[in-house]
């Protein structure tokens, strides 16, 4: 308390440097904010499918004719979508936090949907796929700088290091 003056600053020899930390770059917050839209957008209404599966299975059933979808197997694709998109929203967490290990949790998410989305439902959606696999490209691109020795951005005046 001594070293403070009336209106309670600390005067500066009581400030103490702070450990220089990696700062997220701006595009790769941008990439995080939009996949975390679009996959919490997916968790939500995968949450909803669950209580509206009937709505779910119809929907499949008219996108998907050439497939025929059992009440019980569009439960199932419901019950794997929240498992899915969960452990991808988890991963998209991690990675904002800026934890390498995020990347492990999104990139096989990722794969998993796109695996259901051509192998399982032959949807042959291009935009789609070529979107997922672009931002699991950048994502791995930064999660390999994320854990290296150097700084991802370059220190300011502000903040040397």
């Not at 957008?41 to 050439?66: D, P, R, T, W």
């Not at 059992?70 to 800026?98: C, E, H, K, N, R």
Request: aromatic share 14%; net charge positive.
């Amino acid at each position: 308390m001594e070293n403070q003056d009336k209106d309670g600053i600390q005067s500066p020899q009581e400030i103490k440097p702070t450990p220089s930390l990696k700062k997220r770059p701006i595009g790769f917050s941008m990439l995080l904010i939009f996949a975390s839209v679009f996959n919490g957008l997916l968790f939500v209404l995968m949450l909803a499918g669950l209580f509206y599966s009937e709505i779910v299975l119809n929907i499949l059933q008219q996108y998907y004719k050439q497939v025929y979808i059992s009440p019980g197997l569009a439960f199932m694709f419901i019950m794997a979508g929240v498992i899915i998109t969960g452990v991808s929203v988890f991963g998209l967490i991690l990675l904002w936090q800026y934890r390498r290990k995020g990347i492990y949790f999104y990139i096989p998410a990722q794969m998993a949907m796109l695996i259901v989305l051509v192998v399982v439902l032959k949807s042959y959606d291009f935009i789609n796929i070529a979107i997922a696999v672009v931002l699991m490209i950048i994502f791995g691109i930064y999660a390999n700088d994320m854990n290296s020795g150097k700084s991802l951005v370059s220190p300011s005046k502000n903040n040397p290091s």
